[in-house]
């Protein structure tokens, strides 16, 4: 079943009613600008169309019901045991609810009234695997929370308050991309952010490619560890820089030149994790002027290239995400395959010319059984709107 149409039916068994609205959150794919985010570069993700699904009506008590359908649980919280990441008993909150539980949290903290709720949701993002299922539940928390609350913020806004809650309730210190894709999206189109500025636009995506993604089956782990580790690395980069550089503020203020110049001065480990973001940074500025010239091959030839510096420079890749792009890599009308998102596990994103995307879905999956062992999901995802209520 859809999973729009499971959290109505299970919204009615478990409430009685049917809830009085659906909020959606699509997941993201990112075709270039890879761990640069929290550097201040440049980021080109779309929504993409798997999404989370909440069915919801305002809480008839004084506190918030959750039912998480994909883990078969349920959560009750308060305003007050919110503050203390426990439920209504006073146990914890399971690490799914610390989601849309932290969205609660800032939203409160950014004024906004915030009406307890009784919800239902579920997924057709997998989990871990690199896509934001969890930047999707938030988004659509936020969209459902803002239709009960009776207010309305820009979407950048919605996403930058539930980048709050990941950084500062949930703990995994994330930049904006995930969110901001999430709430931003337009159908069809690549989105192109600068993270600095939050200035964005919406380039199409061009006619002759198609999009694919292709989920190794492996799932992450040790993310929130080495997802931190990485980006206090950028950070050791900047303060160290910074004494020969001393106008910088972030990674995305130092020129290939320069790190070049000035590299040798830092600790190994750091100089490796600083040149993936200073070289993707200027790779992603390249790739838009690629993208409006229709050049695929060479915005192909970027995501190779960003590939190969997320495995040897960031060290970020697993032997199956290796394995997943390298078979792509070799297949006919294959432009660029590169695993996308934090790494670690999950999924690449493959840019193809769309005559030859059904023969390279099925001869990738094979190539990558025949590999590993693993039994892969490859799928031609079509760019999608960004988060709202469901109009039925
Ligand atoms: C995760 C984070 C994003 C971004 C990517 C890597 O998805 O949530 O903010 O840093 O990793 O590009």
Same mark, same amino acid.
């Given at each position: 079943?859809?999973?729009?149409?499971?959290?109505? $039916?299970?919204?009615?068994?478990?409430?009685?009613?049917?809830?009085?609205?659906?909020?959606?959150?699509?997941?993201?794919?990112?075709?270039? *600008?890879?761990?640069?985010?929290?550097? /201040?570069?440049?980021?080109?993700?779309?929504?993409?169309?798997?999404?989370?699904?909440?069915?919801?009506?305002?809480?008839?008590?004084?506190?918030?019901?959750?039912?998480?359908?994909?883990?078969?649980?349920?959560?009750?919280?308060?305003?007050?045991?919110?503050? %203390?990441?426990?439920?209504?008993?006073?146990?914890?909150?399971?690490?799914?609810?610390?989601?849309?539980?932290?969205?609660?949290?800032?939203?409160? /903290?950014? *004024?906004?009234? @915030?009406?307890?709720?009784?919800?239902?949701?579920?997924?057709?993002?997998?989990?871990?695997?690199?896509? #934001?299922? %969890?930047?999707?539940?938030?988004?659509?928390?936020?969209?459902?929370? $803002?239709?009960?609350?009776?207010?309305?913020?820009?979407?950048?806004?919605?996403?930058?308050?539930?980048?709050?809650?990941?950084?500062?309730?949930?703990?995994?210190?994330?930049?904006?991309?995930?969110?901001?894709? #999430?709430?931003?999206?337009?159908?069809?189109?690549?989105?192109?952010?600068?993270?600095?500025?939050?200035?964005?636009?919406?380039?199409?995506?061009?006619?002759? @490619?198609?999009?694919?993604?292709?989920?190794?089956?492996?799932?992450?782990?040790?993310?929130?560890?080495?997802?931190?580790?990485?980006?206090?690395?950028?950070?050791?980069?900047?303060?160290?820089? %910074?004494?020969?550089?001393? !106008?910088?503020?972030?990674?995305?203020?130092?020129?290939?030149?320069?790190?070049?110049?000035?590299?040798?001065?830092?600790?190994?480990? @750091?100089?490796?994790?600083?040149?993936?973001?200073?070289?993707?940074?200027?790779? %992603?500025? $390249?790739?838009?002027?690629?993208?409006?010239? *229709?050049?695929?091959?060479?915005?192909?030839?970027?995501?190779?290239?960003?590939?190969?510096?997320?495995? !040897?420079?960031?060290?970020?890749?697993?032997?199956?995400?290796?394995?997943?792009?390298?078979?792509?890599?070799?297949?006919?009308?294959?432009?660029?395959?590169?695993?996308?998102?934090?790494?670690?596990?999950?999924?690449?994103?493959?840019? @193809?010319?769309?005559?030859?995307?059904?023969?390279?879905?099925?001869?990738?999956?094979?190539?990558?059984?025949?590999?590993?062992?693993?039994?892969?999901?490859?799928?031609?995802?079509?760019?999608?709107?960004?988060?709202?209520?469901?109009?039925?």
């Amino acid at each position: 079943m859809h999973p729009k149409d499971l959290v109505r $039916q299970q919204f009615i068994t478990r409430f009685g009613v049917p809830p009085e609205q659906i909020a959606m959150a699509p997941a993201r794919v990112n075709l270039l *600008g890879e761990h640069v985010d929290y550097n /201040d570069g440049f980021v080109m993700p779309a929504a993409i169309d798997r999404a989370t699904y909440v069915a919801f009506s305002p809480s008839s008590s004084q506190q918030s019901t959750l039912l998480a359908v994909d883990f078969n649980e349920e959560a009750t919280f308060t305003a007050q045991s919110v503050l %203390s990441k426990t439920d209504a008993a006073n146990a914890p909150l399971p690490e799914w609810a610390r989601y849309p539980a932290g969205v609660q949290w800032a939203l409160r /903290d950014a *004024g906004l009234p @915030v009406p307890d709720i009784q919800a239902v949701f579920a997924s057709d993002v997998p989990r871990g695997a690199g896509l #934001s299922s %969890s930047a999707s539940v938030e988004m659509a928390f936020a969209v459902a929370w $803002q239709a009960l609350g009776g207010w309305e913020l820009p979407p950048m806004r919605r996403a930058l308050l539930g980048q709050k809650a990941e950084n500062e309730y949930v703990g995994v210190k994330c930049g904006i991309m995930d969110q901001f894709a #999430s709430a931003c999206g337009v159908a069809d189109h690549l989105l192109l952010l600068d993270c600095r500025s939050l200035e964005w636009r919406a380039l199409p995506i061009p006619p002759q @490619v198609a999009i694919v993604i292709a989920d190794t089956s492996v799932r992450r782990k040790l993310t929130t560890s080495g997802y931190n580790e990485r980006r206090q690395a950028c950070e050791d980069a900047v303060a160290a820089l %910074s004494r020969d550089l001393p !106008d910088i503020r972030a990674l995305r203020d130092v020129s290939l030149v320069d790190f070049n110049r000035l590299c040798g001065r830092l600790p190994a480990l @750091v100089e490796k994790r600083a040149r993936h973001v200073v070289e993707e940074i200027d790779r %992603s500025r $390249q790739a838009v002027g690629l993208l409006e010239r *229709g050049d695929v091959a060479a915005f192909g030839r970027l995501m190779n290239a960003c590939h190969a510096s997320l495995r !040897d420079f960031y060290e970020v890749s697993t032997p199956e995400l290796d394995a997943m792009a390298a078979i792509a890599q070799g297949l006919p009308g294959c432009l660029g395959a590169r695993l996308t998102g934090a790494g670690f596990g999950g999924c690449t994103v493959n840019l @193809v010319e769309k005559t030859a995307a059904g023969a390279f879905a099925a001869n990738l999956a094979e190539g990558y059984a025949r590999a590993t062992g693993l039994t892969p999901e490859i799928y031609i995802c079509r760019a999608a709107d960004g988060a709202r209520i469901l109009m039925d």
